[in-house]
């Protein structure tokens, strides 16, 4: 019998909050705005992947309603094995429709923690700069996360398709977020090659990349990756519904693993792909043909995300050699 997927513990760090609410809790949403919620089965292009993006925070009205679906998205993680959740949040998708940029962070930080403690599962929060923001709204961005330290905001990311994105503009605002003890997280590797994940590491001073598949096209940066234990947090569906790469079976995560390259599985976006986490680990195992020890190793490589608390680090251990003990 192979181990459950479900019970084997998880972070799931790259997930974007915006596009990973639960869709039934989107399409109750919906109903009480008195309109429908579909997902498209199929994106042409990643620009008719960003419009239907902006739909839902669209359909978000009130601060009430934010809560209740940054909520029913904690409740979905636990329920797939999820012991950390570090979803991206942008709040000035909300802000200043909404409230202030303080507001509506407060309102998303509180409810992913009521919900942690509910589920009695750990949440962070990654907050979020979008790379096409000028630098004076980053440095608003920045000196916010700082804000929260220690309260729910566990670390500071960059975000856009374009890459390299220019990132070393935003040293600044990562310094802010980095003295007050936050984790500096770039998207890199996505759609531009090991040119954006270098600058990512050295010009922005990440010390964790969203995707950073593209690095396997430099085995100089692949060692580098390894030997400097970066966490590339991955997200294979994600990749093939984007046209990152063509298709799961010749995803490049594989060769990351083997490569000693700390990568952990994620969604990106579940509410848009259909696809969980859980999904990412059973493509892992189904098609990547990983062992149960070499999926142990991937859950292992979330114990390197700085935001886990040492009680989290402790019983995440402990459910990690329960689930391998389980025969
Ligand atoms: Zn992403």
Redesign the pocket.
């Known amino acids: 019998m192979p181990r459950d997927l479900v019970g084997l513990p998880k972070v799931h760090v ?1 997930v ?1 909050l915006d596009g990973s609410y639960p869709v039934r809790a989107v399409r109750a949403l919906a109903g009480r705005r008195g309109t429908s919620f579909d997902v498209p089965e199929d994106f042409p292009d990643v620009w008719e992947f960003f419009d239907a993006y902006s739909t839902v925070p669209e359909l978000v009205r009130g601060l009430d309603d934010l809560a209740t679906l940054c909520e029913a998205l904690v409740h979905a993680e636990a329920a797939n094995g999820v012991r950390y959740l570090e979803p ?1 949040i942008e709040p000035q998708l909300y802000a200043p429709r909404l409230g202030s940029l303080r507001d509506v962070t407060r309102t998303i930080v509180d409810a992913l923690q009521r919900a942690g403690d509910d589920a009695q599962i750990q949440v962070g929060a990654n907050l979020t700069i979008n790379t096409d923001q000028d630098l004076p709204i980053a440095h608003d961005l920045a000196t916010l996360a700082a804000s929260f330290a220690g309260r729910g905001v566990t670390a500071l990311g960059t ?1 856009g398709f374009v890459e390299p994105a220019g990132l070393g503009r935003f040293r600044d605002a990562a310094e802010i977020a980095r003295s007050a003890g936050l984790q500096i997280v770039a ?1 890199a590797g ?1 759609t531009g090659g090991p040119d954006s994940v270098r600058e990512a590491l050295d010009d922005l001073g990440a010390t964790r990349l ?2 950073g598949v593209r690095s396997v096209q430099d085995p100089a940066l692949v060692r580098r990756l390894a030997a400097e234990r970066i966490v590339c947090d991955v ?1 294979p569906v ?1 990749n093939v519904r984007l046209g990152i790469v063509s298709t799961l079976a010749v995803h490049p995560a594989p060769t990351l693993i083997r490569a000693g390259v700390p990568v952990t599985l994620n969604a ?2 579940e509410l848009w792909f259909g696809s969980s986490v859980v999904d990412q680990y059973r493509v892992a195992r189904d098609l990547w043909g990983l062992t149960d020890a070499q999926l142990a190793d991937v859950s292992r490589a979330g114990l390197l995300v700085e935001g886990l608390s040492e009680d989290t680090r402790k019983s995440y251990r402990r459910a990690l050699d329960d689930w391998l003990d389980d025969q």
């Open positions: 790259h974007h991206a975000a998207h996505q969203s995707h997200a994600s990106d976006d």
